[in-house]
């Protein structure tokens, strides 16, 4: 299985902020890294697809970039609705498998 | 608008059987790869198993092979889980989401409020 491993796994910022995660795959995944956002006590939603398309509706500030093992997902301005948990996710082979998660808690 | 809206979750105790059922609406179910997706509480996020848009294939986290079987209706637009021999550890919210094929895999684009089973005595 592949192993997908996030850094930081909290992280406190305020609003503004410029914020980047870390998702570091344990083999080469090519381009087939999604991210999501999760909200407490809602559904995941996705924010990137094939590690740098956003999804549609998703703002602009989101952005995702990297390939093979190392990816990141940068916020470029913190707004309030941003702080989640944020999560990576494979999709290059079975079992799709996501890191263990990413808090973002208002410093 | 795309909705997933899952049910049958419970309280169901160990050993025990339970299906869950999705109904889809707001996209064409029937040219969707669909998949079941978990949360066990305060947990992360885990792939529970996954069928092809006709439901000639599936495929299912190693955890639950033999106990879960993933199907679809795609005439009632529903996702179905049947779980069997139910274990503390399958305790989880369990999402409904559809699957949409890419260049570069598979995304989870479109995900339903989730229904939490909760396996005890």
């Known amino acids: 299985d592949i192993q997908m491993t996030q850094s930081p796994s909290s992280l406190s910022a305020s609003v503004g902020d410029r914020v980047t995660i870390t998702c570091r795959a344990s083999?080469?995944?090519?381009?087939?890294l999604n991210w999501y956002q999760q909200k407490p006590g809602k559904a995941p939603k996705l924010l990137i697809y094939a590690a740098s398309s956003l999804q549609s509706g998703v703002p602009s500030t989101f952005s995702g970039s990297g390939s093979g093992t190392d990816f990141t997902l940068t916020i470029s301005s913190l707004q309030p609705e941003d702080f989640a948990t944020y999560y990576c996710?494979?999709?290059?082979?079975?079992?799709?498998?996501f890191g263990q998660g990413t808090k973002l808690e208002i410093k | 608008e795309v909705q997933l809206v899952e049910s049958g979750g419970g309280l169901v105790q160990p050993g025990g059987s339970l299906r869950l059922s999705c109904e889809a609406s707001?996209?064409?179910?029937?040219?969707?790869?669909m998949s079941w997706v978990r949360q066990a509480p305060g947990k992360g996020l885990e792939w529970v198993a996954n069928?092809?848009?006709?439901?000639?294939?599936?495929y299912y986290v190693d955890s639950v092979k033999g106990r879960f079987t993933i199907s679809r209706d795609n005439a009632k637009n529903s996702l179905y889980l049947q779980m069997n021999s139910l274990r503390a550890e399958d305790t989880a919210v369990y999402y409904c989401v559809s699957r949409s094929r890419g260049s570069s895999g598979f995304r989870w684009d479109y995900w339903g409020q989730g229904t939490l089973v909760t396996v005890s005595s």
């Open positions: 707001g996209f064409t179910f029937s040219s969707y790869w």
């Open positions: 996710q494979q999709s290059y082979s079975t079992p799709e498998t």
């Open positions: 083999q080469s995944i090519r381009s087939y």
């Open positions: 069928i092809k848009e006709d439901g000639s294939e599936k």
